[in-house]
């Protein structure tokens, strides 16, 4: 009987053994499946992160190319004003036409030039390069140097003013 008995716990632990092993296997497999997966996942991610670095180059290479077209009928405009050189009148006539064709386009893109003389002075749009003594409140622009531009609500170029003071 006590060999029936050692049988059986025998028999049990080969069974516990065979069970212990096939969840094991299962397991194993489990884990490559896994590794796999994220292998591949890693390597997507890879090949994404490369293929948004070139759509990125790419844009900042070619995002200009819509500006550049319109100007090209300014840059044409631009030629045949100075194969009429002879002309005085009609050269000036031409650029005047050109720098209208120009700043059309530019203000269709959204460039505003900034308001300065007679305007108070504001440090967010405007430098100051002198002052001088007025009959004009204080901090009012009293000559402008420079054209200052914005684009859109962003100031691309400060106004270069004078302004009134003491």
Do not use: C
Request: a negative charge.
């Amino acid at each position: 009987m006590e060999a029936k008995k050692e049988d059986k716990k025998n028999e049990q632990k080969r069974e516990d053994n065979g069970d212990l092993k096939k969840q094991l296997e299962e397991k194993s497999s489990k884990i490559e499946e896994l590794t796999d997966t994220l292998k591949r996942l890693q390597a997507e991610f890879e090949n994404y992160k490369k293929w948004n670095a070139k759509e990125k180059v790419d844009f900042i290479k070619y995002a200009h190319a819509d500006l550049i077209a319109q100007m090209l009928p300014v840059l044409d405009s631009f030629e045949i004003a100075l194969k009429n050189t002879s002309d005085k009148d009609k050269f000036i006539e031409g650029m005047k036409i050109v720098y209208a064709q120009l700043h059309s386009m530019l203000e269709a893109e959204g460039l505003k030039p900034i308001k300065a003389t007679g305007e108070k002075f504001d440090p967010y749009k405007h430098d100051v390069l002198m002052k001088e003594e007025s009959d004009k409140p204080e901090e009012t622009i009293l000559e402008e140097f420079q054209k200052g531009y914005m684009i859109n609500d962003k100031v691309l170029r400060h106004s270069k003013v004078k302004i009134s003071g003491k």
